[in-house]
């Protein structure tokens, strides 16, 4: 009886041991949480790390979070039970994405964000994010003087549980807010989202038809906008800004059609975090928390720079 | 018998994924992350008038030729960089005459550096901020509050300094002056340099 239990007893510890851990041999597997693959910036993101991954070494899949902090959770109970020693993270939103941080944290796992900030300076290894509010400035600068410091405007936000919203929006509004003659008629969110910003700023025309300008918070929201504007005949009137610096919008710029974006550089986020994960395991611990990359204006003076 | 082993599988399992399931955070740490009592104001004072005005600066002559004959160095020692990109943020003081005043816009005719632009007006950003060096990164927990001294300290700068000062200034005059220029890796500088001002003084 001794001996079965004795058995039973090795019989657990070999199965639970050898399901967790890893063969050494094996090279270190990096995740990529994406908060959606619905958007083709993100997508360019998320593909970017994986390469990135890739390229140094290491064995990398892409899980989609779908904008979901719940479907994030998963993917982290997944990854985490899979044994991933890495995770590339741009998270679905910047509160509810801390506690899978932390997960992963507790399991010895490094978290390197991207692009999207969580509010907590003790939980991911490091963040490295657009300076959005730099950026939001320099467009809110460009903004007063196209408008000549006069006339109503729409203001089109992102995803509200993001930061990112609300550091453009505050970028933007720091310098906007100081000339009383701007007026903003109406502030809604269209969610990152080109149909959603389209189907926003045609409900916000109805009641005010006679805007100056719109601000948008992304440029896929940026092109939903001059859609609607254009269906209602107003796409020479107002003035379209945006943010993100996608390829659509600077070859509307480049007709001026839309007057200005921030540039940011995905590829650059992610091959730092690709790069970080792979010190990381070559020992290196002292990562700057938030490392902010650069997001450059892009408007009719400089678009033959682009 | 049997049974009782059973039900204490059973209550095993289900206490593993109850544990599993929910997830504890600490009050104090969100309490910590939503916090904002801190006084951007007060300190934003102590960086302009303790940290900025009293800073040496390099003239912006000497930078100018240091950036022409060892650009990497000159970025370097000098400049100021928060994280990755391809321009910096110096702290630079130089003199010249006024010869015209369009918007807020002031434009020196600089002893050594040729025509250069004051903006009086867009006062806004993380200019002064980074080109001081002062405020690190590490000192705030996120970036908004990390943003919110640069509002403050160009509130300082923008409403209280810089009215005074130019209010006893006009065309014509030579002053000397100090504050924030960016400048790319890769820019000319015989293209328009703007100073975002940090102090402005007539001669």
């Known amino acids: ?306 | 018998m049997k049974k009782r082993y059973a039900y204490i599988l059973g209550l095993l399992i289900v206490l593993t994924l109850g544990y599993n399931s929910v997830y504890f955070k600490k009050l104090s740490v969100v309490k910590a992350a939503t916090k904002e009592n801190f006084d951007f104001k007060a300190y934003a004072d102590s960086i302009y008038y303790k940290g900025i005005l009293k800073s040496k600066k390099i003239t912006l002559g000497d930078l100018t030729s240091l950036m022409q004959s060892n650009p990497e160095t000159t970025f370097e020692k000098y400049g100021n960089r928060l994280g990755i990109g391809n321009s910096a943020y110096f702290m630079i003081q130089s003199t010249g005459k006024i010869i015209d005043i369009t918007d807020g816009l002031y434009t020196i005719a600089d002893e050594k550096n040729g025509i250069v632009y004051i903006d009086t007006k867009y006062i806004f950003g993380n200019a002064i901020r980074d080109a001081s060096g002062l405020v690190k990164l590490t000192d705030f927990k996120t970036n908004a509050q990390f943003n919110k001294v640069s509002e403050s300290l160009n509130d300082i700068i923008r409403n209280d300094v810089i009215p005074k000062e130019i209010s006893k200034v006009k065309l014509g005059d030579s002053i000397s002056f100090s504050g924030a220029i960016k400048l790319s890796k890769k820019q000319n500088l015989r293209e328009k340099i703007t100073v975002i001002p940090s102090q402005i003084k007539l001669q």
């Open chain 1, 1 to 306: 009886m001794k001996i079965r239990s004795l058995a039973l007893l090795l019989l657990t510890v070999i199965f639970v041991f050898g399901c967790s851990s890893k063969d050494k041999s094996e090279k270190p597997k990096i995740a990529v949480v994406v908060s959606t693959l619905n958007n083709p910036w993100f997508v360019m993101l998320a593909e970017s790390a994986a390469k990135n991954a890739e390229k140094l070494g290491y064995e990398a899949k892409i899980f989609d979070s779908q904008n979901n902090p719940a479907v994030e959770s998963d993917n982290f109970e997944n990854l985490i039970s899979s044994g991933y020693d890495a995770i590339l993270l741009n998270p679905t939103d910047s509160d509810g994405s801390i506690s899978n941080v932390l997960k992963a944290k507790t399991a010895g796992i490094p978290v390197f964000c991207m692009d999207r900030e969580i509010n907590a300076d003790d939980a991911a290894t490091s963040q490295i994010l657009s300076d959005n509010y730099s950026g939001c400035v320099s467009i809110g600068i460009e903004f007063v003087k196209e408008l000549k410091e006069k006339g109503n405007y729409v203001e089109i936000l992102g995803l509200v549980g993001d930061n990112n919203t609300w550091a453009r929006s505050g970028g933007f509004h720091s310098v906007v807010d100081k000339f009383p003659n701007l007026k903003m008629v109406a502030q809604q969110s269209g969610n990152f989202d080109r149909n959603k910003a389209m189907e926003v700023l045609e409900t916000i025309m109805q009641a005010n038809p006679d805007i100056d300008a719109v601000f948008c918070g992304n440029d896929a929201m940026a092109m939903g906008a001059f859609q609607a504007l254009q269906s209602a005949g107003k796409a020479y009137k107002v003035k379209i800004f945006g943010f993100d610096g996608a390829g659509d919008v600077i070859e509307k710029i480049r007709e001026k059609k839309i007057v200005a974006t921030g540039m940011q550089f995905p590829l650059i986020m992610a091959e730092t975090a690709a790069k970080y994960a792979d010190e990381y395991f070559k020992g290196r611990r002292d990562f700057p928390q938030r490392v902010p990359v650069e997001v450059e204006l892009v408007n009719a003076a400089n678009i033959k720079d682009y």
